[in-house]
């Protein structure tokens, strides 16, 4: 099958040398490309700024904010058999980004910021994608509610949630814990392990879904 997936953080602009992000490091995206390709898939990665090295055999495309991801999927996705969105998209841009950096002046400045296209929640109403939809949520409380209403709002297949409040899983780190959570209702702990375990399993998980 043909995989399409999102990895890392988006980086939106303030002004030429500045600009909004999050902790993500990419590691479970990259995990998960790579673990697709060792499976026999072929993968698109569609990556934000990360200090990883490109799985070896995928088609990769570097963006930076949001609306870049959120074009190159659109491009995209429509080759591929199995999207899985695992990128930390930031939700909110500024308003006006300025043309000349920002001087001090005033104790106070204030940024206005406007909300980002959602990829994931556009991919089967806007880009029309019928294939495996796999979504992620981080999530520092009501994991399970939370998990729930994103599986609905996003018209997933599958989402894969992890609590972030808990410390060594989740961002910046190797290792993570995920609850699966699928359409029909079912769920599946995968208990601690490496990133790139997690990402095996998910793997095999997703490739059990496209036999169902
Ligand atoms: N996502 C996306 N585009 C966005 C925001 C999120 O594609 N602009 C994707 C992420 O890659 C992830 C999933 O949506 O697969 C969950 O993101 P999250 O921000 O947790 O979901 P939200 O619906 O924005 O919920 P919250 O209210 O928690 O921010």
Do not use: W
């Amino acid at each position: 099958m043909r995989f399409l997936i999102t990895a890392g953080p988006t980086r939106e602009p303030i002004d030429p040398v500045r600009y909004l992000t999050n902790r993500s490091s990419g590691k479970m995206g990259y995990a998960v490309a790579s673990a697709a390709l060792a499976a026999g898939h072929e993968v698109c990665l569609i990556s934000g700024p990360v200090s990883l090295a490109a799985p070896e055999g995928a088609e990769v495309h570097f963006v930076e904010s949001a609306r870049e991801m959120y074009n190159t999927v659109q491009e995209k996705i429509n080759a591929a058999d199995v999207a899985v969105f695992s990128a930390a998209v930031a939700d909110y841009r500024v308003a006006e980004e300025a043309d000349q950096k920002i001087k001090k002046s005033d104790d106070l400045l204030t940024l206005t910021l406007v909300k980002n296209p959602d990829i994931l929640g556009n991919t089967r109403s806007e880009f029309g994608f019928e294939g495996i939809l796999v979504g992620f949520a981080a999530e520092t409380n009501d994991l399970e509610k939370h998990a729930a209403s994103k599986l609905t709002r996003k018209e997933c297949d599958l989402l894969v949630a992890n609590d972030v409040s808990r410390k060594g899983i989740g961002f910046e780190c190797d290792e993570n814990e995920v609850i699966l959570f699928y359409k029909s209702g079912e769920s599946k702990m995968l208990s601690l392990s490496s990133k790139t375990d997690i990402a095996i399993e998910l793997v095999s998980e997703i490739d059990q879904l496209a036999t169902r």
